[in-house]
């Protein structure tokens, strides 16, 4: 199985920055899970939209899938009361 890059938008950074370390270690962790499998146990596809999520405990995980160029682009990462608000 292909392993897939991992890209991180700014924004998701910046969020990634506000959060514990004790969670954010976690979080990366998931993140770098992807890369082997884009499409784990638990992961929900988002309707109406070309995104998927994760959970980490607290937290959700939106990313982006794009299986011809073999990319995972994370969009947001933040509480699970934020997740959903555009």
Known sequence: MVNYRIQIR????????????KDRKRIIERILALEKDPRPAGVKKLSGEEK??????????????????????????????DAYRH
């Open 10 to 21: 700014r924004s998701a950074e910046k969020e990634l920055e506000r959060i514990s370390q």
């Open 52 to 81: 998927y999520r994760v959970r980490q405990g607290g937290y959700r995980i939106l990313y982006e899938i794009n299986d011809e160029l073999i990319t995972i682009v994370v969009v947001r990462i933040t509480h699970r009361r």
